[in-house]
């Protein structure tokens, strides 16, 4: 089953992106480096709760 997830800078804290996962598959958290606009850069982007 697949479910929606909100990404979040780690930076800034702002919720920048939102994304789908398996979570049969994925068990973890999703970590990606993504840009953020707030930032500025490119920084690691964590799933919320």
């Given at each position: ?8 800078c ?5 919720r ?7 979570q ?26």
């Amino acid at each position: 089953m697949r479910k929606k997830i909100i990404l979040s800078c780690t930076e800034c804290l702002s919720r920048n992106y939102s994304s789908y996962k398996n979570q049969s598959n994925q068990s973890e958290r999703f970590e990606v480096r993504k840009f953020c606009k707030k930032c500025g850069s490119h920084t690691l982007h964590r799933e919320t709760k």
